[in-house]
């Protein structure tokens, strides 16, 4: 069985910055892409980040140049750093994990329970 948990949120103010961090743990033998989701009050979840196994990044158009994704494979951990906050920013952040690798089983994906990141005066 694979457990995501995130760490990380809290209330920061427009312009501030939050580092989101996330590891996975269970018997994992690799994992193929790791990210962070978001979903904001009345909307759907959506793609914040994620990063391929390999390095290779991608970033939702509203974050790009604001928000930094990293991974450690050897730890099976994931962070995510946010600078530039905005209020619109503020919604619940989850961690996620694809095509995890705990031989001799693989797990298609698996979710955080979420951390709340809210952005206000």
């Known amino acids: 069985q694979v457990q995501l948990v995130e760490s990380g949120g809290g209330l920061v103010q427009p312009g501030g910055s939050l580092r989101l961090s996330c590891v996975a743990s269970?018997?994992?033998?690799?994992?193929?892409?790791m990210g962070w989701y978001r979903q904001a009050p009345g909307k759907q979840r959506e793609l914040v980040a994620d990063?391929?196994?390999?390095?290779?990044?991608n970033y939702a158009d509203s974050v790009k140049g604001r928000f930094t994704i990293s991974r450690d494979n050897a730890k099976n951990t994931v962070a995510l750093q946010m600078n530039s906050l905005k209020p619109e920013d503020t919604a619940v952040y989850y961690c996620?994990?694809?095509?995890?690798?705990?031989?001799?089983?693989?797990?298609?994906?698996?979710w955080g329970q979420g951390t709340q990141v809210t952005v206000s005066s």
């Open positions: 996620y994990a694809q095509g995890i690798r705990t031989p001799p089983v693989t797990y298609a994906n698996s």
């Open positions: 269970g018997s994992i033998f690799s994992i193929n892409v």
């Open positions: 990063q391929i196994r390999g390095g290779n990044t």
